[in-house]
């Protein structure tokens, strides 16, 4: 079992899980928490690789994963079709230390928030729990 805590961020639009567990096999997990929550991996951006390669910067691994499932995209098109700009759902995977990595979920609600539109409530609601569910599974 690994140890781990959720985090409260003061803005206000991330859902935050610190896990004592390596880089990879926390990204192997984030993969699979996605899956088991019905999301699939629509990108994968190796920031740490990208800036390396770009502008020769160095920084701890990190990887933006776009996860998205497709009934609440759906549902969420047709409540406001030019919400594809804040789609997929963007999952950070980064390395604090050798030994620990937070994983960082774009708040589904944002999208309420931004948009205004009180048809992504629901769709809001079924992907932050799903989201918060798949978070919580790392800590298990």
């Not at 690789?49 to 609440?72: F, N, S």
């Not at 406001?80 to 708040?107: F, H, K, Q, W, Y």
């Amino acid at each position: 079992m690994q140890a781990a805590s959720t985090e409260e961020h003061d803005m206000g639009y991330a859902l935050t899980v610190t896990v004592e567990r390596p880089f990879v096999p926390t990204l192997e997990a984030v993969r699979a928490a996605l899956g088991e929550q019905g999301f699939g991996v629509l990108t994968e951006i190796d920031l740490a690789a990208t800036l390396k390669a770009k502008i020769g910067a160095d920084i701890p691994p990190q990887v933006i994963l776009g996860a998205c499932r497709p009934p609440l995209a759906h549902a969420a098109l047709l409540a406001e079709p030019s919400i594809g700009l804040l789609l997929p759902c963007n999952v950070v995977v980064r390395a604090v230390d050798d030994t620990t990595t937070l994983v960082e979920a774009m708040d589904p609600e944002v999208m309420v928030a931004l948009t205004r539109n009180d048809g992504l409530v629901e769709v809001a609601q079924d992907a932050g729990r799903r989201l918060s569910a798949a978070l919580a599974s790392l800590t298990a």
